[in-house]
T-cell receptor, first 115, second 114 residues
Framework: DSGVTQTPKHLITATGQRVTLRCSPRSGDLSVYWYQQSLDQGLQFLIQYYNGEERAKGNILERFSAQQFPDLHSELNLSSLELGDSALYFC??????????????FGPGTRLTVL | AQSVTQLGSHVSVSEGALVLLRCNYSSSVPPYLFWYVQYPNQGLQLLLKYTTGATLVKGINGFEAEFKKSETSFHLTKPSAHMSDAAEYFCAVISSGGSYIPTFGRGTSLIVHP
């Protein structure tokens, strides 16, 4: 158990819909990262937040957005969903430094299926 | 720009045999290099990382990797495979000096035969 929790574990929805994925980092961790894992694209970094502020942005679509709240939990919002958005979405957290080399601890993921 | 190539989407070894998973990278600046393991239905777990200093890096579960700048490689090895090593392994690179944007390889599935 990494200490990172993600809800829900599974999500099935229809094209055009909007969903919110939630992540609670390990106690004390200030950085949260979001990743997408799919058969087509492999593992892709989406976005990082550090202590409530966006720190780095990767291959995140404009239909996707994220935020980190004062209690440090984070949400990833996916809108106007398409079939190709079906994937496993991981959240990870790291310690109280904002270094690129911090060890990240991954949650178990949310499996999103868009029908 | 940075990229990672993992040679072989599947590697099959016998229990007790040497494990060698290959990773080659490209980066315009000195890289930070990582190996992660993913067990079925779980998130990724860091095995080891290279940032600076000693080029031979030891990680968890008996794995190690060597950073070879001249070959732009960071191959993962383990002297003796165990059944519990069967998993998906990912190599990743982050270019130093910039913000955190990692690039992952496509992964190598390690199969261990009894």
């Amino acid at each position: 158990d990494s200490g990172v929790t993600q809800t829900p574990k599974h999500l099935i929805t229809a094209t055009g819909q909007r969903v919110t994925l939630r992540c609670s980092p390990r106690s004390g961790d200030l950085s949260v990262y979001w990743y997408q894992q799919s058969l087509d694209q492999g593992l892709q970094f989406l976005i990082q937040y550090y202590n409530g502020e966006e720190r780095a942005k990767g291959n995140i679509l404009e239909r996707f957005s994220a935020q980190q709240f004062p209690d440090l939990h984070s949400e990833l919002n996916l809108s106007s969903l398409e079939l190709g958005d079906s994937a496993l979405y991981f959240c990870a957290s790291s310690g109280n430094r904002s270094s690129s080399t911090d060890t990240q601890y991954f949650g178990p993921g949310t499996r999103l299926t868009v029908l | 720009a940075q990229s990672v190539t993992q040679l072989g989407s599947h590697v099959s070894v016998s229990e007790g045999a040497l494990v060698l998973l290959r990773c080659n990278y490209s980066s315009s600046v000195p890289p930070y290099l990582f190996w992660y393991v993913q067990y079925p239905n779980q998130g990724l777990q860091l095995l080891l990382k290279y940032t600076t200093g000693a080029t031979l890096v030891k990680g968890i579960n008996g794995f190690e990797a060597e950073f070879k700048k001249s070959e732009t490689s960071f191959h993962l090895t383990k002297p003796s495979a165990h059944m519990s090593d069967a998993a998906e392994y990912f190599c990743a690179v982050i270019s130093s000096g910039g913000s955190y944007i990692p690039t992952f390889g496509r992964g190598t599935s390690l199969i261990v035969h009894p």
